[in-house]
């Protein structure tokens, strides 16, 4: 199955329980997966890109990175709706439990993030940084 938007915003849907559409809507995900794949983007040495997303035509994503930034968006939503409902009383811990879960799938995300900027080094045909010439 192709990885386009449509599919992204399923696949976030289903990571975050809400597959009847009932807290999330495309928008809010649309953002968080943006979210994902820029800080993915940031490491990476290629463009990338959703199909369909900011009128992307084709998908442009490396093997695995569909789930990175299915994880990192799912950690971007849950995110924004805590914001959203910071100031909204309620006597049970549910916004800091969501609070918590957002922030320990975002520390995950960003560790996984750090593994392929590290296999983007290794990898790399030239080395990441400039070299000085010798001084003799």
């Not at 495309?26 to 997303?53: C, F, M, N, P, S």
């Not at 789930?67 to 924004?80: C, K």
Request: no cysteine; charged share 30%.
């Amino acid at each position: 199955m192709a990885f386009d938007i449509l599919a992204a915003r399923g696949r976030v849907e289903a990571y975050l329980m809400d597959a009847a559409r009932l807290v999330w809507d495309d928008d809010v995900l649309d953002e968080a997966i943006r979210q994902a794949l820029r800080d993915v983007q940031a490491i990476w040495g290629t463009k990338l890109g959703i199909e369909g997303l900011d009128g992307e035509l084709v998908t442009s994503l490396d093997a695995g990175m569909a789930d990175l930034i299915v994880r990192g968006a799912a950690s971007y939503a849950v995110e924004m709706r805590t914001v959203d409902r910071a100031d909204v009383f309620e006597l049970s811990q549910t916004g800091l439990e969501l609070a918590g879960w957002a922030a320990q799938q975002k520390k995950n995300f960003w560790d996984d993030v750090e593994k392929l900027r590290l296999k983007q080094i290794q990898t790399s045909a030239s080395a990441p940084y400039f070299t000085l010439p010798d001084p003799d």
